[in-house]
């Protein structure tokens, strides 16, 4: 449903940007295979050097589309990625859409407890995984059963090998130089993919309406579920990136791939805008600034989105060293709050101005930022993208709207928003209300003219480096260790970079000591390390409601007042 024409936010748009989108009648096959037609020989993807032209793009997509064919992929099945950004990460996404086969992206660094908890839920049985993390994967039980693994060796044929493995967040990779060209025992190659003949033309394409992607998400409480996002929620979307991004020109944006891809943003970001603008998408594994500056020198950015501590860093190296960052017109931060001295630094030394967004997985996931205009409010996430409607209702009757400019929780309804939760009707009944209304958790205010500020979440997500962290999961896992009979896991504001840090209150076992570098290695053997706390508090006994519920904010209040155990 689009955005009336008479909404009061739409007279603050940059010049020339519509209130309203053309929603998609196809499919993101269609998308890809428009921009590889158009884009023909211009540069899609870089990596370490090596570059990939659009007419490369299209042909790796269909030969790998038919050796996941020929393995057994069809239309409806779950595809498991379990990739950092890398070429490969671009053509898999795109091979296993061409078949109408669904998408579940993963993060390569999560443990393989938490593997087990998603591919215990989504069941795919065909993965396309990094080779550093195919252990992980055989170590699930043999209950999660798993037709074939093809490996991704990102070392393999870069001439610049050593500087790939030093960016890479994990250090086996310096191993990993000397057995180049061996793939991961028992799974296949990448490269066997490849050299299959392209996919026919005429085989069936999936529709606008069918599941394209599966991407997990802790929404607003609880384990991580699965959001299910339709071709048309991602296509429309990129759509409506484009339409905010007014004055981007197809194949002459640089787009600086510094976000994963395994998450909402990125994937929005890149794997479907950026291929929809024809743009260079110059891709980083992981963020390395030393590697930006490099980069900049040869290709530098027009399209740089990322996370306030990234804006940071790269702001003060490019100062450091003298690399111009003028060409960088497009730069939207999201997932945390946008300090005002990071938009003042980092406009010193860009080309155009840093505006704060909002999103969500469940809405595919942007549906609010601030214009790249004068009317932009910094301290705000901005105005509602076009084609998208939003509301301020009272948490405890979300039937009843708030008066303008009181507190409330966001409900937001537009082309973008999910279909549900895959297997979990439950949560999807809680987050979405009748007519498609999408429950953000988020306490805001509104200003007349519909800029947004977030005041306050009902969820009790924690928000760290622009990730999500529940605190129930890192609960049980510090439940498990024979030292702790209770445990709270909360956010404290981390005044350094922005964001929140994750922080445990722990009640020991009676005579117990604990101590910092035992609990933290108990959580980083089963968590990913975002999610592990910083600092640990023992706390004799946590406040707890008559019915047995942790006050979490009674916890935070606690903490002031209490010492961390020492590092």
């Known amino acids: 449903m689009n955005a009336p024409l008479s909404a009061p936010w739409v007279k603050h748009y940059q010049p020339g940007v519509p209130a309203e989108i053309e ?36 042909d790796q997509i269909a030969r790998a589309a038919e050796g996941l064919r020929r393995l057994g992929v069809r239309a409806g099945d779950r595809v498991a990625l379990v990739l950092p950004n890398s070429p490969q990460h671009v053509v898999a996404f795109y091979a296993v859409l061409r078949l109408g086969a669904v998408v579940v992206e993963h993060n390569p660094l999560y443990t393989a407890r938490e593997l087990r908890h998603l591919f215990e839920d989504h069941g795919a049985r065909v993965v396309i ?20 693994i093809v490996s991704v060796n990102l070392l393999k044929a870069f001439p610049t090998v050593k500087r790939l493995a030093l960016s890479l967040p994990i250090k086996k990779l310096r191993e990993a130089r000397n057995k180049l060209t061996r793939p991961a025992p028992g799974t296949i190659p990448w490269e066997e993919l490849l050299k299959n003949e392209p996919i026919v033309a005429s085989h069936p394409r999936p529709s606008v309406d069918d599941l394209a992607v599966i991407q997990y998400t802790s929404g607003t409480t609880g384990q991580p579920k699965g959001a299910m996002l339709t071709h048309s929620n991602l296509y429309s979307n990129a759509r409506q990136g484009e339409a905010w991004m007014h004055g981007a020109q197809y194949r002459k944006e640089v787009f600086y791939a510094i976000l994963p891809m395994f998450h909402a943003f990125g994937m929005t970001l890149f794997l479907t805008y950026g291929i929809l603008k024809q743009g260079r998408l110059v891709l980083f594994p992981s963020f390395d600034v030393n590697l ?40 939207i931060s999201g997932a945390m709050a946008l300090p005002a001295s990071t938009v003042e630094l980092w406009e010193s030394v860009s080309g155009g101005l840093l505006v704060e967004g909002y999103g969500m997985t469940e809405a595919s996931p942007v549906c609010l930022g601030n214009p790249f205009a004068p009317s932009r409010r910094s301290g705000t996430i901005g105005v509602p993208f076009p084609s998208t409607h939003m509301k301020v209702v009272d948490p405890e009757d979300p039937t009843r709207e708030v008066a303008q400019g009181e507190r409330g929780e ?70 498990t260790h024979p030292g702790v009979r209770d445990v709270a896991v909360v956010g404290l504001p981390n005044e350094k970079v922005g964001g929140e840090r994750v922080i445990a209150a722990i009640t020991p076992e009676e005579g117990v000591n604990l101590d910092h570098a035992d609990l933290r290695h108990w959580c980083k053997e089963r968590l990913t390390g975002y999610k592990v706390p910083r600092e640990f508090y023992v706390i004799n006994e946590l406040p707890k409601s008559m019915l047995g519920k942790v006050l979490r904010k009674q916890v935070r209040e606690r903490l002031t007042e209490t010492t961390p155990l020492p590092h």
């Open 23 to 58: 929603l998609p009648t196809q499919s993101l096959v269609s998308l890809y295979e428009k921009s590889v037609s158009e884009g023909g020989d211009a540069v899609a993807l870089e990596f370490f050097g090596r570059e990939t032209t659009y007419r490369e793009l299209g």
């Open 129 to 148: 995984a990094w080779d550093a993390a195919v252990a992980k994967l055989r170590e699930q039980p043999s209950d999660i059963e798993l037709d074939a």
């Open 292 to 331: 930006v500056m490099d980069a900049a020198k040869k290709h530098p950015p027009t399209v740089y989105c990322a996370v306030p501590p990234i804006y940071e860093a790269t702001a003060k190296r490019a100062k450091e060293l003298g690399v111009s960052l003028r060409s960088a017109k497009y730069c």
């Open 410 to 479: 966001l409900l937001i309804k537009g082309p973008q928003v999910f279909q549900g939760y895959w297997h979990n009707e439950e949560e999807t009944d809680k987050t979405l209300l009748p007519d498609h209304w999408l429950r953000t958790g988020d306490i805001v205010t509104v200003d007349e003219d519909g800029f947004t500020s977030i005041v306050d979440r009902v969820k009790e997500l924690i928000i760290t480096g622009g990730f999500n962290v529940a605190p129930s999961e890192v609960e049980a896992v510090l439940l």
